[in-house]
């Protein structure tokens, strides 16, 4: 199974500081369809702006990994996000709360849409 080694990352600061918005938030939902190869995150945040919730869409979703191996937790919160571009695909690992929980995942491209 794949898993993301941020130490292999070629960060890209653009991609990175356009989602930088979503680090302390909480991770909502996480859906994924195979049909379409679409991933959806909710991430709800609380900054100065006040409350607000967030889509991050991964599209042409090669393959994904969560890696969650510590007890229930009340809230999963995005810790960290780091996102790196490929030759031929990109690249995102989210850290939850404390490594080694996290989300990793290579796809196409992505879509930050604010829904609430």
């Known amino acids: 199974m794949w898993r993301g080694a941020r130490s292999q990352f070629a960060y890209d600061l653009g991609v990175t500081s356009a989602l930088h918005d979503l680090w302390g938030g909480y991770q909502e939902s996480l859906t994924f369809d195979s049909t379409t ?3 959806d995150l909710e991430v709800s945040t609380h900054h100065a702006g006040g409350p607000q919730t967030w889509r991050l869409r991964l599209t042409g979703v090669r393959e994904f990994h969560v890696e969650r191996p510590d007890d229930a937790w009340e809230r999963t919160e995005v810790t960290e996000l780091y996102v790196s571009d490929q030759e031929t695909y990109r690249q ?10 996290d989300f990793s995942a ?3 491209d992505y879509e930050l849409v604010r829904v609430a």
């Open 106 to 108: 290579r796809f196409k």
């Open 92 to 101: 995102i690992e989210i850290v939850y709360w404390t490594e080694p929980n």
């Open 37 to 39: 190869r679409v991933l």
